[in-house]
């Protein structure tokens, strides 16, 4: 069986140029993109992204996953900011040739039932105007997927 590695290389360094030398130090060719160039992934700006995308195609390094920190709110929080930060990944998904997003449960501190928070979440996850299909995982420096 073969695996295939993925890591979050903001935890060995916060620049790119230095979680790439992390990451090939490793022998590990996916990263997990949270944190870089003190940018959370959901801020990263799209010209930076670009600038990222070609150091990750010269170093042969693929984006496994986005990091996001969406759903780290309570259930019953408006749930906009949450839809902003998952068009900026529909934009950055493109670039950096990635189309998983990590995200997490929401809180539940207004304690729902759970029935009530069963239903919840599942109006919460169902975006469907963003779902845009799948890419492969890989990039190439004309930023062609």
Known sequence: MTWTLSAFADEAAESCDDQLVALQQAHIHRADIRMIDGFNIVELPLDHAVTIA?????????VGMFGS?????????????DLVRLEHLGKLSSILCCNTVRLFSYFNEQSLASTQ??????????V??????????SQSASGEC
């Open 54 to 62: 070609k150091k990750l195609d010269d170093a042969n390094i693929t």
């Open 69 to 81: 920190p969406i759903g780290k709110t309570d259930i019953t929080d408006d749930l906009q900011q």
């Open 117 to 126: 928070r069963e239903q919840q979440s599942i109006k919460l996850m169902v």
């Open 128 to 137: 469907p105007h963003l779902i845009t299909g799948t890419r492969r995982h």
